[in-house]
């Protein structure tokens, strides 16, 4: 069986498990540390990064934009509707330039700073950077939340779905860095009601249930996280 390695605070990982999901692609799972950059896991990635997939033949593809497209070539195409890249040349063009958005930009701006400092250090030992999260960092990660929660509610409020009228790569990479956020509670969501409809029509598909599932070790969820009602 082809096998995904992932952590369940990244959001790249996240994304690429609800694809899998939405395909119906049965897939085992490893939970890697790539911080730890174990010498098995580097011999997949150099990079060191994840998602890594390893297909039942043992090629390796590594990443998410690469998955998104290897997926879509040998499975999407076939999928019809369902498919979630789209068949028109420039809604496939705004679906990957919104999926490059949540899974580099907001990543970057927002998820990645504060996963590392809330979630990350706590599993680190202190020759790997762990330690106490620096207030610092958490403060202009958290500055940069409402912005990127204001272009979201607007996208949402303006399109059927985030990149046009069908559910797309796009929908998933958003809600799966939404989804790392919402489990801190870092969303006020009485701020942008419009995003959290939104939000709630994805929680609400089985490919979501086994991410409202999970538990971090040491990390309690805020309480609505699995409600699917909020």
């Not at 040998?74 to 509707?81: I, S, Y």
């Not at 330039?97 to 504060?114: G, N």
């Not at 939104?198 to 971090?216: G, H, M, T, V």
Request: proline share 6%; hydrophobic share 40%.
């Amino acid at each position: 069986m082809p096998t995904l390695y992932h952590h369940p605070m990244s959001s790249a990982s996240r994304f690429v498990r609800l694809i899998l999901a939405e395909y119906g692609f049965q897939t085992d799972f490893v939970e890697e540390q790539p911080w730890e950059k174990r010498r098995e896991f580097l011999a997949l990635n150099p990079a060191g990064s994840l998602p890594v997939y390893v297909d039942d033949s043992m090629r390796v593809l590594c990443g998410p934009n690469v998955l998104l497209e290897f997926l879509d070539e040998t499975h999407g195409v076939l999928k019809r509707d369902r498919r979630l890249l789209a068949e028109d040349p420039f809604q496939r063009a705004e679906i990957r330039r919104l999926t490059e958005w949540f899974l580099q930009k907001m990543e970057q701006d927002v998820t990645k700073p504060l996963t590392r400092e809330r979630v990350y250090k706590l599993q680190m030992s202190q020759a790997q950077g762990g330690g106490a999260p620096d207030s610092k960092v958490l403060r202009t990660a958290r500055a940069n939340i409402r912005q990127h929660m204001k272009y979201l509610a607007w996208l949402a409020g303006s399109r059927t779905w985030l990149a046009g009228d069908r559910l797309s790569y796009a929908d998933l990479a958003a809600a799966a860095s939404i989804s790392v956020l919402d489990y801190l509670g870092e969303i006020d969501w009485q701020e942008t009601p419009v995003a959290k409809e939104w939000y709630q029509r994805l929680k609400s598909r089985p490919s979501f249930r086994p991410l409202l599932a999970e538990r971090i070790r040491g990390i309690t969820p805020v309480s609505h996280y699995a409600d699917l009602d909020f």
